[in-house]
């Protein structure tokens, strides 16, 4: 398969402005193409993932990446269904844009005759006057069609300001600036974007005369249609800090049967004679979670590396029994605490109290019950006394305690230092 054609098996392309010339774009030669990314927190989610993923199938298919980080749309920020957006203090938003400039740095290659180019639409921006916003923006912007994007639409009866109501101007123009600046003929975006992209597409052809192409991924969801990447403690974060590697992998080790495969599609690099052979492995034995395996092996990979993969694997084995807690790092350790709820502890206390802190039993009588039972353990360790004191040298690191109640039942505590 060409390019284009790996893109539509894998279901990446929700959206072109015309599937044929885009497709005959690509595979003239090298396509100076960009994508956006919003500072409005202070990392990625795997949402974005898609988007740094795409990048880095179009790069390795011999087009160049030009990877934008908002720093002056992410002051403002694209108009949310939910209500208007709060305005993040200066100083909070540039931080946030060197964060995420590392962070897409790893998914592409800024060496070769194809190298990324990084760029801050804030150069364009800032310098921009009100008046020259007006001329030389506004004037190709009919106010009707503006109002006629979805998002708009739903928000007139609740509100919505004249800041967010002109935020598709600013990515519009700079889709225009790359095209000027750098040559640039192709955006990519989540079908959420599909309006801007496309304002953008239209900005260029009345100011410009120019044809750009544009394509847009759509939105992942599970099988019951609600929207892939949350989980209980929210967005399902890049930044190793927000989301640990164990947790990351973790989550895409529960992948439903029913879209793994469409998963491994859309985030794994595997062939598509790997994939098929990963659907019939889930079709014939799914208690067996190949593909989920795959999946949650390849993604965590990329985002976190082979090393930390690893000690997420050993992690979860060793959680349940399977592995030796004791050879953990006390990182992947922090992130085992943060993913079973563990409790803080500020004083010593005995392992029924542990028990019943770590969430595993609900009461000390069912602690004792447990023990007795020979069903209480500490990091592993069969406990025969429920009363004992949890003594710090018995801690893993000195701090963290893996408390478990027969062979699936998990919880912690950890003393914070």
């Known amino acids: 398969m060409n390019l284009f054609e790996d893109l539509t098996w894998r279901g ?64 403002i920020g694209d108009p949310k269904e939910s209500g208007e957006r709060v305005m993040n203090d200066l100083d909070v938003v540039a931080g946030w844009v060197e964060r995420i400039r590392q962070q897409t740095q790893q998914f592409v290659s800024f060496d070769g005759d ?47 300001s004249y800041t967010e109501f002109s935020y598709v101007l600013l990515q519009s123009n700079d889709f225009r600036e790359l095209y000027r600046r750098y040559g640039v003929t192709l955006q990519s975006g989540g079908s959420d974007q599909w309006g801007n992209i496309t304002a ?20 992942v969801t599970k099988a019951d249609g609600t929207k892939f990447g949350k989980t209980e403690g929210g967005a399902v974060w890049l930044d190793p800090e927000l989301t640990s590697p164990y947790a990351f992998h973790q989550f895409w080790l529960n992948a439903e049967d029913a879209k793994v495969v469409d998963y491994l599609k859309m985030f794994s690099f595997r062939s598509r004679e790997e994939i098929e052979e990963l659907e019939k492995a889930t079709a014939e034995a799914p208690f067996r979670r190949e593909a989920q395996k795959a999946l949650a092996d390849d993604v965590t990979d990329l985002v976190h590396g082979e090393a930390e993969r690893r000690a997420a694997v050993d992690a979860a084995q060793a959680l349940f029994g399977r592995g030796e807690l004791r050879e953990l790092s006390a990182r992947s350790l922090e992130g085992v605490m943060r993913e079973v709820g563990a409790a803080e502890l500020t004083e010593p206390v005995s392992f029924a109290d542990a028990m019943v802190l770590s969430g595993v039993v609900d009461s000390k009588s069912a ?13 592993n360790e069969k406990v025969t006394d429920a009363d004992a004191p949890l003594e710090r040298d018995a801690l893993l690191h000195g701090r963290f305690a893996v408390i478990r109640r027969g062979r699936k039942t998990v919880g912690g505590v950890f003393f914070a230092s």
């Open 200 to 219: 953008g597409v239209e900005l260029i052809r009345r100011s410009d005369q120019g044809k750009v192409h544009a394509l847009a991924t759509p939105l």
């Open 12 to 75: 990446l392309i929700a959206h072109s402005t015309d599937p044929d010339a885009l497709a005959a774009h690509l595979g003239d030669g090298p396509v100076k193409f960009y994508v956006g990314f919003d500072p409005t927190a202070a990392s990625l989610h795997i949402g974005h993932l898609m988007q740094l993923l795409m990048a880095r199938r179009l790069q390795q298919g011999g087009h160049v990446p030009h990877l934008l980080v908002g720093g002056a749309t992410g002051l």
């Open 114 to 160: 194809n190298a990324a180019v990084l760029v801050n639409n804030l150069d364009w921006t800032q310098g921009l006057s009100a008046l020259d916003f007006l001329r030389d923006l506004g004037k190709h912007f009919p106010v009707n069609r503006m109002l006629a994007r979805d998002v708009v639409s739903r928000r007139l009866e609740s509100g919505i």
């Open 367 to 379: 602690a004792r019950r447990a023990v007795q039972e020979g069903g209480g353990y500490l990091n």
